[in-house]
């Protein structure tokens, strides 16, 4: 069965430090992952997606990074910003025919002033 | 250029009842597809559809049904509704299905309370 983990469930950092998020999965065969960025009541907005030859992707103070021998993804924010504050969410789909996406149930960052 | 839109954003149903949500795709997408996300939870797809046709669908019932019009927008219909169909509705599309680097973009839901 496709899973997809995601840890830590939630995280409080200080506005201005850096984090990391982790995912795990066990989707195969892999096509493409994704992290994307939900603010609470909002539709969810893509941060990044990696396909299997890459290993890192970076967009503005987020990086993306990805091992695909381990399946395991990371994303790390810099300099952490009050707008931060939002649930992130690794989805991780399969080739093959089926294109279902797995989803995780997200880490929910809390950033304070 | 507008993005996926959803309507209602909000409703209140009854139990039993039936509903519909309507879902636009973002301009020159032609794959639509629906998920549910449960209060905490992640979404969890539904189905997408592709060319008119529902193409994938995931782990619910047959009550819950859609459609895709011409234009390539999409409805969702869910009859006999549940209190665990409480949730929020999210509708995503992108060009061509779920395949290498394609951006999804992800309206912002439809928020259905059943009472």
């Known amino acids: 069965k496709n899973q997809v983990e995601q840890s830590p469930q939630s995280l409080i950092i200080l506005e201005g430090k850096n984090c990391t998020l982790q995912?795990?999965?066990?989707?195969?065969?892999?096509?493409?992952l994704r992290w994307y960025k939900q603010d609470t009541g909002r539709g969810p907005v893509s941060l990044t997606i990696?396909?299997?030859?890459?290993n890192t992707k970076s967009n503005g103070r987020y990086t993306a990074t990805l091992d695909a021998d381990t399946k395991q993804s990371s994303l790390h924010i810099t300099a952490s910003q009050l707008s931060d504050s939002a649930s992130y969410i690794c989805?991780?789909?399969?080739?093959?025919?089926?294109?279902?996406?797995?989803f995780g149930r997200g880490t929910s960052l809390i950033v304070h002033p | 250029d507008a993005g996926v839109t959803q309507s209602p954003t909000h409703l209140i149903k009854t139990r039993g009842q039936q509903v519909t949500l309507r879902c636009s795709p973002k301009?020159?997408?032609?794959?639509v597809s629906w998920y549910q996300q449960a209060l905490g939870q992640g979404p969890q797809f539904i189905f997408q559809?592709?060319?008119?046709?529902?193409?994938q669908r995931g782990n619910f019932p047959d009550r819950f049904s859609g459609h895709q019009f011409p234009n390539y927008s999409s409805e969702l219909n869910v009859n006999a509704l549940l209190l665990g169909d409480s949730a929020l509705y999210l509708c995503?599309?992108?060009?061509?299905?779920?395949?290498?680097?394609?951006?999804?973009?992800f309206g912002e839901g439809s928020w259905l309370t059943v009472v």
């Open positions: 995503a599309s992108s060009l061509g299905r779920d395949s290498s680097g394609n951006t999804i973009y």
């Open positions: 995912c795990n999965y066990t989707v195969s065969p892999f096509s493409n």
């Open positions: 990696m396909t299997f030859s890459e």
């Open positions: 989805v991780v789909t399969a080739s093959g025919g089926s294109y279902i996406p797995t």
């Open positions: 301009s020159g997408h032609d794959t």
């Open positions: 559809y592709y060319e008119e046709e529902e193409r």
